[in-house]
Every structure is written in C-alpha cells, then in structure tokens.
C-alpha cells in the first residue's frame, strides 16, 4: 500500500489562468506532452485539420477553438503526480475558473508578450489572492514581437501589486529571438527555427561573460544582455521560497508555447517551487492532508461528459487522508453516508477506473443528481466550507421549447444543465412558470442552446428580457415582495429581485427602509 506522506508530497495541483487568446490552450499541451500525456499536440493551428485541444472535449470547444469548460488532466512526470486543472479562458465562464481555483493549489498566470496584463488576468489575480495561492508567472509567444521584459515585469508589479523576480531572461523576441537566459543555472537555452517546431541547445556558460555564449550570440545581442542582466541584478530581490508561498514574489518565465519552447524549463522549475497539497481551510479549523480520515469537496458538476452514457459527473478534490474506491463517506449537507462505487480519473473527455487517490488528486464521481457544487464528503468528523463563489447574472432570457412533445427532455436539460452552472435558472413567483436563464455573458446562452440541441435534442425558443441586475433579497418579507417590480427564485428557492438599471435598484432601496440586496446568494439555504 502506498504510504500517505510520500504520495502527498510528490503531487502538485495547479490551474493554469490568462486573458482569452493569451496562449492557454497551447501551453496545457505542451505541458500534457512534456509529461508524456500525449503523444502529438492539438494546437490550435491545427483545429481546421481537425485536431484539437485535449482538454477541450466538447464539441462546441472544438469547433470555435476555446474552452469554455475546465478540465481535470492528470499525468506523471518525473515522480511527480500532476493534476492539472485547466480552465475557461472565456469571461463569461469565469465563475466556473474561479470554482476551479478553489480546487488549486498553486496557478501558472498566462501573459501575452505584446499585451501585457489584460482585463481577465486581473480578476483571476485577484481571485489567486484571494485564496493564498502563489503564482509563478509566463511570459508567452516571444518568437512573436513582444514588449521589453522590463515593463512587462514593471507593469505586473503596479498592477497586480506583487513583485516580479525574473527566473529566465528572453534574447530577443519576435524575429530575434533566440532563446532565454536561466539566472539560477547561468544557462542559455538557444531557440532554433525548423520548418515543423522549435528546436532547443543547451549552451554551458560559467555565465554570461562566457566567450562560449558570444560565439552563440550575436556581438549586438550578447551586449544587449549584459546591460540587461546588469540591470536586472542591482534592481531585482533573489528568489525567495517562503515569500513565493506567501504571493509576495512571483517568479517571471519568458517561452513560446506554440513552437514549443521554454515550456519544459518551466514545468521542471515550477514542480520544484510548487507546494504539495496542503490543508483545507474551515470553519472549525484547517483539516490536514495527512489527516487519518478521507475528505474532499466538488468543485464542479458536468453534464454529458459522455453521450453514451448520458452521465453526470462531479469533479471532487480530495483533501485528506487516502480514498478508496467502494468506501463510504458521510455527504455533510444531506447528513448521510454514500457509497463511492464507480471513481474515474480524467484526461479531458476519457475516463479511467481508479482504485484509490491521494489528497491533491481529482476525481470523478457518478452524480445520480445528489452532488453539487460546494458540498463536502468525509469519512471522519463534520465540518463547514466557505461557500463557493457565485455571480449575479447579468443577461435575461425566459426559455421554452419550440415543441411541447419535448418539455420531458427540456426539464432534464434545464435541470442538469443549471446544475453544472452552464446559466443560473429562476422561477417566476406567478402566471407563465417558463423558467427564466440569467447569464454572465453571451456565450453563455449560446452554449446553453448548443447543448440543449445537441445533447438533448431540443429546439428552444428563447425570448430576451430587458433586465440587466439580480439581487437576492436578504430579508423578504410580504410587502418587498409585493412592491418590488419583479421577483423570481432561484433553483435553492431564494428570492430574487431582478432590475433594468442601478437606478432602479438605488430607488427600491430608499423607498423601502432596511431593504437588504445582495449580488450574491446568501450562505446557502434551502428554500
């Protein structure tokens, strides 16, 4: 049997987040390669000749080449057990990235070399924070024009607030590019043009003085560094780990994921720096991994994973002690022992039997409707999560289907659907109950009819609404709910308020004395 300590150690979960076309989906399949996961990497160059992304295994997700779903990869690499949880690169499906991060312990940030930290980038940085994850950053597409990596470094630090030590330095980019620089190992890794990939040389220097790098280098490039390096050691901090932990340092990595370059540099540093699986956070105190009992928490819900089988699957990060398949666990929120019968380890779409796992590891449990997101199983004592983030919609539309032959069929794909947090679906209190769908973005009603057509064979009828803000009401009470315009509940029975405009919402609140909106769900509660 393995031993418990030495499993906990070598695992490293982590969440790969950036801006939507920052390279994502690229770098998760350099990585699965390096790893020996696959064998050819889907880029997605190569999406009009019908490959495609690993971890994107839904068909829409091959067809626009996004993800627009998070995937849990899992692959070994150098006594390593990796779990790689890859996530949405689309806005509209940030809550279910920020879901996913909860599940993380530590997070690779994405940055376009040319664009510096962008919008999305922010919000998931914020989210990072927030948790206590550390952050080591990467600097993509240098064989592309890219901005100097001093602003790129000085930018990160004014506006993510974290201070930036430069792991790797770039020569060059865009047509000059010719490889990175290690400041640890006083190595240059040389980057070699060929007609299908990058090729990498491995140049050893006592350092970057060396005469053997500036017969490598060009005369103008070799002195370019020198300033740079020179530059780099009177105004960078060294790298230090316990303030990596603690997200006061982020090391800086420069590579280019679709010529697959760099990639394997970071994945080795990063293992070495990221920390194993660590305690879960509750309300009565931390439970440690190695805790003499099973636990784990789901993250997330999905539906379909598999058309033959017309499953759904809750993603589970186990968080301590050691899991068993067929073993029982208590379901903390319905207050009764399941049996955990039928586990999977994932790789994207495919699926794998598993006979035990490892805090760290995530795996997959038949969901006959019982598991949703936020709830806890443990085989020792009871204890509470803090809740799982949830937005307030911000688009409306009230749905039905086209035929009624097919209101079975459109009620499961509602149900499973909401339940996976596709879109977040409200009840009228009165008259017509066509369920309302409140959405973050547009993309997110656009999948949502995608997989009602072709996973439920539904054509829907959709009927867009004016409103534009949802509040959950945090003491109702007859009269709010008479006066205010229109209240709905949500799928847990709260009530909702929806609106037109800020306005409308500053109005309701100072004609109604004490009246209390929320822009997110209270502390969950049965309705």
């Not at 060929?194 to 053997?212: C, I, S």
């Not at 004490?514 to 502390?523: C, N, R, V």
Request: aromatic share 8%.
């Amino acid at each position: 049997m393995a031993d418990l300590d030495h499993e906990i150690q070598r695992r490293r979960t982590f969440a790969i987040i950036s801006h939507p076309d920052a390279g994502k989906t690229t770098l998760t399949e350099k990585l699965l390669l390096y790893g020996g996961a696959i064998r050819e990497a889907g880029s997605v160059k190569a999406r009009r000749g019908g490959a495609h992304a690993t971890s994107d295994w839904m068909e829409l997700e091959k067809k626009r080449g996004i993800s627009i779903t998070s995937s849990a990869l899992q692959f070994e690499y150098q006594g390593h057990c990796i779990n790689l949880l890859d996530t949405p690169g689309h806005q509209d499906f940030s809550e279910d990235t920020f879901r996913t991060l909860v599940a993380a312990d530590a997070a690779l940030m994405l940055i376009d070399g040319a664009k510096g930290v962008e919008p999305q980038t922010i919000k998931l940085f914020k989210v990072c924070r927030d948790r206590g994850i550390p952050i080591v950053t990467v600097v993509n597409k240098m064989d592309r024009p890219a901005r100097p990596p001093l602003d790129l470094m000085d930018e990160v630090e004014k506006v993510l607030g974290i201070t930036i030590v430069p792991a790797t330095w770039p020569i060059g980019s865009g047509e000059n590019f010719r490889g990175v620089y290690s400041l640890r190992d006083q190595q240059v890794f040389l980057f070699e043009r060929t007609a299908h990939n990058a090729t990498k040389a491995l140049v050893q220097t006592t350092g970057p003085h060396d005469p053997a790098l500036r017969e490598q280098l060009s005369e103008r490039a070799h002195k370019q560094l020198l300033e740079d390096l020179a530059m780099v050691e009177t105004c960078v901090q060294p790298f230090d780990m316990q303030q990596f932990l603690h997200q006061k340092i982020s090391p800086m990595f420069f590579c280019s994921a679709l010529v697959n370059f760099g990639v394997e540099n970071i994945l080795q540093r990063f293992l070495e720096i990221a920390p194993a699986p660590g305690p879960l956070p509750t309300l009565t105190g931390d439970v440690q991994p190695n805790a003499p009992f099973f636990s784990g928490f789901v993250y997330k819900v999905a539906a379909n994973m598999d058309k033959m089988h017309r499953d759904r699957i809750a993603f589970l990060r186990v968080c301590s002690g050691r899991f068993e398949r067929g073993m029982s666990a208590k379901h903390l929120r319905l207050n009764r022992e399941v049996r955990l019968s039928h586990p999977h380890r994932f790789f994207g779409q495919e699926r794998v039997s598993i006979e035990e796992a490892f805090p760290g590891d995530v795996i997959g449990l038949i969901n006959p409707g019982m598991f949703r997101v936020g709830d806890v199983l443990s085989s020792g004592p009871t204890f509470e999560v803090r809740n799982f983030p949830r937005f307030a919609p911000e688009i409306f539309a009230q749905v039905a289907p086209r035929e009624p032959s097919m209101s079975k069929s459109f009620g499961k794909g509602l149900e499973q659907l909401g339940e996976e947090g596709v879109v977040q679906v409200f009840w009228p209190r009165f008259g017509a109950r066509e369920p309302i769908l409140g959405a973050i973005g547009e993309l997110q009603l656009e999948v949502f009819q995608w997989r009602l057509e072709n996973e439920y064979n539904v054509q829907l009828r959709l009927d867009r609404k004016a409103w534009s803000r949802a509040r959950w009401i945090d003491n109702v009470t007859d009269e709010v709910l008479e006066v205010l315009p229109m209240v709905v509940k949500d799928e847990a029975g709260r009530f909702v308020a929806l609106f037109h405009s800020d306005f409308e919402i500053d109005y309701a609140k100072s004609r109604y004395k004490g009246l209390q909106l929320l822009d997110a769900p209270p502390a969950e509660e049965e309705g």
